[in-house]
């Protein structure tokens, strides 16, 4: 139960578009459209932001967008806010019916 | 509205136990899983336990298989996580997720120490 691989930290300036990427192994990213996205502000509790790899739920704006290429998905913001300013997570759905999360990405608007 | 309220967390010495417990409302809580995920201070999200809505299957992390154990009650719409032979390193915010992580609660801190 190997944590999927994010990168540490990731910055852009407002307005632009920045992508997070996660990696993992066919026992789970390449296994399954099962990966989801979270969004953690400090002392928060995690939000969900995508899932099954591209769906949002109601209320995240489509600025956000996600998809996925064999044992690696990625996370793309566009139109970068300050509000976007947080830890973001992967997570995927293993063959072994458990769960795992990457280590988080922090990231940083100039 | 989608509640989930943790509740249990404190402070336990290493080798102690700690039951923490999540009551839901405003969904149907039965026809759900559940899920434990924690996250040790200044660290990322782990997923511990997940139980499904109404067979006894329950899934665990290596890093606490055989030392806890998820539960639920879909009667009183809670979901539980027992803690025994707690370490040091299992000191956490635990929170309880819905099925497919689209809610969870606000939380609740655990530290072993002695």
């Known amino acids: 139960q190997s944590a999927l691989t994010q990168p540490a930290s990731v910055s852009g300036s407002p307005g632009q578009s920045i992508t997070i990427s996660c990696t993992g192994t066919?026992?789970?990213?390449?296994?399954?459209?099962?990966v989801s996205w979270f969004q953690q502000h400090p002392l928060k509790a995690p939000k969900l932001l995508i899932y099954?790899?591209?769906n949002r739920p109601s209320g995240v704006p489509n600025r956000f967008s996600g998809s996925k290429s064999g044992n690696t998905a990625s996370l793309t913001i566009s139109g970068l806010q300050a509000e976007d300013e947080a830890d973001y997570y992967c997570s995927s759905y293993t063959t072994i019916n458990t769960r795992v999360f990457g280590g988080g990405t922090k990231l940083t608007v100039l | 509205d989608v509640q989930l309220v943790e509740s249990g967390g404190g402070l336990v010495k290493p080798g102690g136990s700690l039951r923490l417990s999540c009551a839901a409302s405003g969904f149907s809580f039965s026809n759900f899983a559940m899920n434990w995920v924690r996250q040790a201070p200044g660290k990322g999200l782990e997923w511990v336990s997940s139980i499904r809505s109404r067979s006894p299957d329950t899934y665990y992390a290596d890093s606490v298989k055989g030392r806890f154990t998820i539960s639920r009650d879909n009667a009183q719409n809670s979901l539980f996580l027992q803690m025994n032979s707690l370490r040091p390193e299992d000191t956490a915010v635990y929170y309880c997720?819905?099925?497919?992580?689209?809610?969870w609660g606000q939380g609740t801190l655990v530290t072993v120490s002695s």
């Open positions: 997720a819905s099925q497919s992580f689209d809610f």
């Open positions: 066919s026992r789970d990213i390449g296994a399954y459209n099962y």
């Open positions: 099954e790899v591209s």
